[in-house]
């Protein structure tokens, strides 16, 4: 089992950055792919990012390339969202999630459908 949980949510001003961080415990993190999702309200909650075991290859919806980078320290056992030039639209509770993958896999998680394992969330909130 792996427990997450997310901090760094807020309150921001459009335009503004905020950096979220999500913490494992339980299981070394290493093991596993590693992403991050958001559900607005009244909406379905939708892939923002993702990173591969290693940290080498990672993946972007396509409204936040350019603004966002995802990022893992394995030996701090964390996956960290950094997110700049923060419009209205990209209010939501972020979540971030792990998959279990295969030593040396490139696997970068893009559905929720795949992923194990979930923290409870971290609200984001930019005012225009």
């Known amino acids: 089992q792996v427990q997450l949980i997310e901090s760094g949510g807020g309150l921001v001003q459009a335009g503004g950055s905020l950096r979220l961080s999500c913490a494992a415990s339980g299981r070394t993190v290493s093991g596993y792919a590693l992403g991050w999702f958001r559900q607005a309200p009244g909406e379905e909650r939708e892939f923002v990012a993702g990173i591969s075991r290693s940290g080498g290859s990672t993946d972007y919806v396509d409204s936040v390339k350019g603004r966002f980078a995802i990022s893992r320290d394995n030996a701090k056992n964390t996956v960290d969202l950094q997110m700049n030039s923060l419009k209205p639209e990209d209010t939501a509770v972020y979540y971030c999630?792990?998959?279990?993958?295969?030593?040396?896999?490139?696997?970068?998680?893009?559905?929720?459908?795949?992923?194990?394992?979930w923290g409870k969330g971290t609200l984001v909130t930019v005012s225009s």
């Open positions: 999630a792990a998959k279990g993958v295969a030593l040396f896999s490139s696997y970068v998680p893009r559905s929720e459908n795949s992923m194990e394992y």
